[in-house]
C-alpha cells in the first residue's frame, strides 16, 4: 500500500501544479449540462496527468475518473478520480478546490488522498492507519457534541428538485447550528471534517469521484459517513452525511431520518 500512496500523492501534486499555473492565466469553461455543471480545459489536463502517472505503473488498473470513460471495471483495483472538485470555483478564480484521488481493493475504497493545491495541503488516508495532513500530522475530527455549537456545510446538486429539497435542509439547520458554510468542493470538505476544521456536511447528489477518498478521510480521522437516512453509503454514490459522529444522530434527525 505504500507504493499506491506514493503514487497517487505524486500523481495529485504534479496535477496541482498545472492548476496553479493554469489558475493565474485565466480559464475559460464548456457546460457539460447545464448552466451549473462546467468543465474547463484543466480539468481535462490534470486528469491526464493523472492518468498518465498511473497507467505507466499499473496498466491493468481500473479507472473511474470524472472526465473520461471507465476502464477495465471489473479488475481488483480500481481508482476513482476527479482531477478538479470545485470548477466552478476555480473558473471563476475562487482559491478553493481540490484534487481527489481514491483507490478501491474489491469495491472497498483502501486509499484515499485530497490535495488542496494553493495552500500545499494534502490530506491522506489508508485503511486502517488513520489520517494524515501532509503525511506527517496525524489529524482527527472535532469533538464537538451538540449541533448548536457546530459549523456545518454543504453543496447543491445541479437538479431542481434537489436544490428546493437542500434550501428546506439549509432552512432546519440556519436557525440551529452555530453557522453554516457552501464552500464548493466536496472532498476539501469532507478533508475538513476529517482534520475538525467542519464538523458536519451533507450534500444530495455526489458521484463516486467526489467522495471516495474523502469518506475514507472522515472514517480514519473517527468520524462518520452515511446517506441521509442513516443507511450505509450507495456505492456509485448519491446523498451523503458526514459528521465528527458525535453530532451524527442530531444532524440525521433535522433531515427527518
Known amino acids: 500500500m505504500k507504493h499506491f500512496l506514493e503514487l497517487a500523492v505524486e500523481a495529485a ?15 475559460a469553461y464548456e457546460l457539460k449540462t447545464s448552466h451549473h455543471d462546467l468543465v474547463t480545459e484543466a480539468d481535462r489536463l490534470a486528469e491526464r496527468v493523472i492518468l498518465e502517472r498511473i497507467g505507466r505503473e499499473y496498466p491493468d488498473h481500473g479507472i473511474l475518473s470524472e472526465e473520461t470513460p471507465p476502464a477495465r471495471s471489473q479488475a481488483p483495483y480500481r481508482w476513482v478520480i476527479d482531477p478538479l472538485d470545485g470548477t466552478v470555483n476555480y ?9 481527489s484521488i481514491a483507490l478501491e481493493k474489491k469495491e472497498e475504497i483502501v486509499l484515499g488522498v485530497v490535495y488542496d493545491p494553493l495552500r500545499d495541503e494534502l ?3 489508508v485503511a486502517g492507519e488513520g ?17 448548536r455549537e457546530s459549523l456545518v456545510s454543504t453543496g447543491f446538486a445541479h437538479r431542481s428538485e434537489l436544490r428546493e429539497r437542500n434550501l428546506n435542509y439549509c432552512g432546519a439547520f440556519l436557525p440551529i447550528a452555530q453557522s453554516l458554510r457552501r464552500l464548493g468542493s466536496a472532498a ?3 478533508a475538513y471534517v476529517a482534520a475538525g476544521r467542519l464538523d458536519g456536511y451533507w450534500e444530495l447528489n455526489l458521484k463516486r469521484w467526489d467522495l471516495a477518498a474523502g469518506c475514507l478521510l472522515v472514517k480514519e480521522a473517527g468520524g462518520q459517513v452515511s446517506d441521509l437516512g442513516g443507511r450505509e453509503l450507495s456505492p456509485t454514490g448519491g446523498e451523503l452525511v458526514a459528521s465528527n459522529g458525535i453530532i451524527h444522530r442530531q444532524m440525521l434527525e433535522l433531515f427527518g431520518a
Open 13 to 27: 501534486k504534479e496535477a496541482g501544479e498545472l492548476l496553479r499555473e493554469r489558475l493565474t492565466s485565466g480559464m
Open 91 to 99: 473558473a471563476h478564480g475562487i482559491p478553493f478546490f481540490s484534487i
Open 123 to 125: 490530506f491522506s488516508a
Open 131 to 147: 489520517a494524515h495532513l501532509n503525511l506527517d500530522r496525524t489529524i482527527t475530527v472535532s469533538n464537538v457534541k451538540r449541533l
Open 188 to 190: 476539501l470538505c469532507l
